[in-house]
């Protein structure tokens, strides 16, 4: 394990905003909330299926989300604002070292026209797509928060863990069965690869249900917070090694480890599965167990 030096690890990223077409564009009416006044008003943001938006209406869920972000986070990314709900919070506590990505252009009009949010950074467009040096902020204690889209809440995970630095934190909402899934332990039916890739790196906890009347529109199922803490020793092995042994092992749950390695083992003499680990299942083995299998792959080269 190595120590955790978190602000001098990751890509050298440039000082300019870039502006992309699949990445998206600082909204400039925010230099100006005026810009806009009259245009967009709550009855006129609507909640699109594609989009996965069901907008959180409950100011206390809204507060006590927002209360998980530590204080002395110095770059905070909201993904997913909506109509600022939580953002009010979020904005209040810490300003300028906030900022939102949002791809509704109805949602990012309406925050245009909202007195409290003069000032707010937007970043507008899919942040999927969005390039590193738009919401990276390299030498600064890093957060990302958010009432998470459920179409693409796994993919925000994985845009998170490998955008080539260590977010501090990393905390919000998801589909509940998603949430369990991110926090569940070895020997859990729900443990999988995102359990052991966010797991290898953070310290995860579930912290709160939240029923399906405190959004419009409601979902059909109820939704789950929780709360990552980057871990003090990170792993020592490269995150691509770590993923490739996961993905490899979890591909057949069924099967022992044995059998669910065998493109790999077979492909590297060198990379040798423990013998006791043989007849266990995927889900049965601990991250640090995953973590000194990826070591051993790249070791085995």
């Not at 030096?5 to 909204?27: E, H, I, V, Y």
């Not at 594609?50 to 204080?71: C, K, M, P, T, W």
């Not at 022992?256 to 065998?262: E, G, I, P, R, V």
């Amino acid at each position: 394990m190595r120590k955790n030096k978190f602000s001098s690890k990751g890509p050298q990223l440039s000082n300019q905003l870039q502006n992309t077409p699949r990445g998206g564009k600082w909204a400039s009416k925010f230099e100006d909330p005026n810009a806009s006044k009259g245009k967009v008003k709550a009855d006129d943001v609507k909640a699109k299926k594609g989009l996965g938006q069901h907008f959180l209406n409950d100011l206390s869920i809204a507060e006590r989300i927002a209360n998980l972000v530590d204080d002395s986070m110095e770059h905070v990314v909201e993904i997913g604002p909506g109509m600022g709900v939580m953002t009010k919070f979020l904005f209040a506590r810490f300003g300028n070292r906030l900022m939102c990505a949002e791809i509704d252009t109805e949602s990012v009009e309406y925050l245009a026209n909202q007195a409290w949010a003069s000032g707010l950074k937007v970043w507008k467009g899919d942040f999927l797509q969005a390039p590193a040096e738009d919401w990276v902020a390299i030498g600064k204690r890093m957060a990302i928060v958010g009432n998470y889209p459920y179409n693409i809440s796994t993919q925000i995970v994985f845009k998170m863990l490998e955008c080539g630095v260590r977010v501090e934190q990393f905390s919000g909402m998801f589909q509940k069965e998603v949430a369990e899934r991110l926090c569940a332990g070895e020997g859990n039916k729900d443990y999988g690869i995102t359990s052991v890739l966010l797991q290898a790196y953070y310290n995860c906890s579930y912290s709160f249900t939240v029923h399906e009347g405190s959004f419009n529109p409601p979902p059909r199922v109820k939704s789950g917070v929780i709360d990552c803490r980057l871990k003090a020793e990170l792993p020592d092995c490269e995150y691509s090694a770590l993923k490739l042994v996961v993905k490899t092992a979890f591909s057949q749950r069924r099967k022992t480890l044995s059998n669910a390695l065998k493109p790999l083992t077979s492909a590297r003499e060198k990379f040798v599965l423990p013998e006791k680990w043989g007849g266990m299942r995927a889900e049965q083995i601990p991250v640090a167990d995953y973590l000194f299998l990826a070591k051993s792959w790249t070791e085995s080269k």
